[in-house]
């Protein structure tokens, strides 16, 4: 840590996975913010599918994303230095500053090269900090998972390098959560139980007051404050982060009165970047469902099938074939139900997908859907980047659909050609920062079948409602006006949520602790205490 600057600091870390971080930390980001502090998020490592390309074409994961918009920033990986995505066979890519390094196993990752990282998450840290006031922290997981804690870079070293107050968080939802707060104190270092500043109860549901006993026990059996109880937060309208909040989704498939409209979308084992329906899933009169077989398929009756973007297309496309999914879907587009691909949904909609130097899978090539005229292959290197498109005239089954200034990115490893003519339906106009003439995608001839590898494309109000409006068209229903602007209502949705945790939290406490905290780290610095980057990488024993 640079010695010029002492951002204040506050770290979440969780008894478990998807207790509630990323969602607690947008809203501190939002609080902060609205507080005029100059407040930023970082978590060092993130493990998820949903991705996200920043303007200078670098990926990071969606929950700093989220979180950035909270805080009123346009994200940068500083915020997410390390992005670990599970490829499948227990091995990930990795990738660090924005850019993939290479596919790695889970203990080629844990057992070696997660410490040699560490110098990029510290770095990341130093230029917040040079820019911030404040810095929303979280972590991964569990601190105290002990067949990991010795490599891990995510939690407490984190928290010991800025010398951040933890909060606790459980989830009382699930279940066990008293025992899990005490047991995780319990398995931390004395060291790190000193960082542990509060606890806090996630996603409660029913009279905060039946809890008090609950509180007063932990207070007496951890000597920790309970600085909050978070009530249960159904609809936040805020993009999820990886595949967990997908079973969340399946889970909450609305099943009360029936929607104009249901799209499919075909849930593959490796599927990523979800977040492209999310817009049309908060539509009124739509519902999206998440289907894994073809018995779903079937009982969906969708309107139209969406292809969504994988980690790893090749098997993803022998997953559909194996499973009988891929028939199930060429008997619906026979039967006219539209076909909409993206990204590696899109890749699979062509004649063949090929990777020759086995960038994703050991399948050398794979026949591909044939739905379109065209060959993917796979490279080594994966393009990234954020871009602007026109929508000139697509003919989508008897309709047309045209938008100016499409936001979107591309996030993929192939290169698409084309076997014969073939009709685009976007046009890009904007690469980055830097004007071109482009087209993507392919559409084919009777318009029932189209792809694209602009990822975001349905976040476009005009767009979106026009998409919809032929499907309504297609069934006799009326047309409808815009019914959403998405941008307002995630504006709205943070302003909410912010709302929400702010009654629940003890912010005057939050505060008091975070200066307190920011205080004890001057003083630590100016004593010489601080840790060198030799005894941070040291491994620490349980108490």
Not at 15 to 25: D, E, N, Q, R
Not at 78 to 96: R, Y
Not at 504 to 520: N, P, Q, S
Request: hydrophobic share 40%; charged share 25%.
């Amino acid at each position: 840590m640079t010695k010029n600057k002492r951002p204040q600091t506050v770290m979440l870390m969780g008894t478990s996975s998807h207790v509630g971080k990323s969602i607690l930390a947008t809203a501190l980001c939002r609080i902060f913010h609205q507080w005029g502090r100059r407040v930023a998020p970082f978590k060092a490592q993130n493990m998820a599918l949903n991705s996200f390309v920043t303007r200078d074409g670098l990926e990071m994961g969606r929950a700093q994303v989220a979180q950035a918009e909270a805080a009123g920033l346009a994200p940068t990986v500083d915020m997410n230095p390390v992005l670990v995505k599970p490829t499948g066979n227990a091995c990930s890519q990795v990738v660090v500053d924005g850019k993939p390094i290479g596919n790695l196993s889970a203990k080629e990752y844990h057992k070696g090269k997660s410490v040699e990282l560490w110098g990029n998450v510290t770095a990341a840290l130093d230029r917040l900090a040079a820019r911030y006031d404040t810095i929303v922290i979280e972590g991964a997981g569990s601190p105290a998972e002990i067949n990991l804690k010795a490599d891990d870079i995510v939690n407490m070293r984190v928290a010991r390098y800025l010398h951040a107050p933890v909060l606790l968080i459980a989830d009382i939802d699930r279940g066990g959560s008293l025992a899990a707060l005490v047991g995780t104190l319990e398995l931390l270092t004395p060291e790190e139980r000193g960082l542990v500043r509060g606890l806090v109860i996630n996603k409660f549901r029913g009279d905060v007051t039946l809890l008090q006993p609950a509180v007063d026990f932990l207070e007496k059996k951890t000597g920790k404050p309970v600085l909050g109880i978070v009530p249960h937060i159904d609809e936040m309208g805020i993009d999820d982060e990886d595949s967990v909040s997908l079973e969340e989704k399946e889970a909450g498939q609305k099943t009360d009165a029936p929607s104009d409209l249901t799209l499919a979308v075909i849930e593959t084992p490796k599927i990523s970047n979800f977040t492209d329906f999310e817009a049309l899933a908060d539509e009124p009169d739509v519902t999206v469902v998440y289907v894994k077989t073809v018995a779903e398929l079937r009982a969906a009756r969708a309107d139209a099938i969406l292809l969504p973007g994988s980690k790893n297309t090749t098997e993803d496309l022998l997953h559909l074939r194996k499973h009988g999914i891929e028939g199930a879907i060429a008997e619906a587009v026979a039967g006219g139900t539209p076909l909409i691909g993206i990204c590696g949904g899109y890749q699979m909609l062509g004649e063949e997908i090929r990777d020759p130097e086995h960038t994703e899978s050991q399948n050398d090539a794979v026949r591909g859907l044939g739905y379109l005229p065209m060959v993917t292959t796979f490279e080594a290197e994966k393009r990234t980047v954020q871009v602007t498109a026109d929508c000139p005239g697509l003919e989508f089954l008897d309709g047309a659909l045209c938008a100016k200034g499409l936001p979107g990115y591309e996030i993929h490893m192939g290169r698409t050609e084309f076997t014969a003519p073939v009709r685009h339906p976007f046009h890009l106009t904007w690469q980055g920062a830097e004007r071109v003439n482009r087209w993507d995608g392919a559409l084919r001839d009777d318009g029932q079948v189209f792809g694209t590898y602009l990822h975001g494309v349905f976040d476009h109000d005009g767009f979106r409602r026009q998409f919809l409006n032929v499907l309504r068209h297609k069934k006799g229903l009326q047309e409808l006006p815009i019914q959403r602007n998405r941008r307002r209502e995630k504006e709205k949705a943070y302003d909410r949520l912010a709302a929400t945790v702010k009654h629940a939290l003890d912010m005057k406490k939050l505060c008091e602790i975070m200066k307190e905290a920011a205080a004890e780290c001057e003083a630590w610095h100016d004593d010489g205490a601080v840790d060198t980057m030799e005894e941070l990488l040291q491994p620490h024993e349980n108490a």
